[in-house]
């Protein structure tokens, strides 16, 4: 079963960028979605971004704009760019792999104000 580790969060002055980074154990070429959610404090986990195996992708319409996301099938990564950071992107980061339900163990993102 393929695992997933996500690296890349910290603490970043509002305005700033981050790169976060999703490395799979397994190959993902199989995998047809990858995504990236997120969990701010008290509030439900939710989708920012998906990325299909043909490339194409989805974005929340908050982040719209903001975030790339992108895959590497040969490096087994998947990346989420993060640009113009607010306060309300606070929370901890998890990558999954869709229609396997697999999740990482995420990676927090604090943006100061």
């Known amino acids: 079963q393929v695992q997933l580790v996500e690296s890349g969060g910290g603490l970043v002055q509002a305005g700033g960028s981050l790169t976060l980074s999703c490395v799979a154990s397994?190959?993902?070429?199989?995998?047809?979605?990858l995504a990236w959610h997120r969990q701010a404090p008290g509030k439900e986990r939710e989708m920012v971004a998906n990325?299909?195996?043909?490339?194409?992708?989805n974005y929340a319409a908050s982040v719209k704009g903001r975030f790339l996301i992108s895959r590497d099938n040969a490096k087994r990564t998947v990346v989420l760019r993060i640009n113009s950071l607010r306060p309300e992107d606070t929370g901890v980061y998890y990558c999954?792999?869709?229609?396997?339900?697999?999740w990482g163990q995420g990676t927090q993102v604090t943006v100061s104000s």
């Open positions: 397994g190959s993902i070429f199989s995998i047809d979605v």
């Open positions: 999954k792999a869709d229609e396997y339900g697999i």
């Open positions: 990325i299909s195996r043909s490339g194409r992708t």
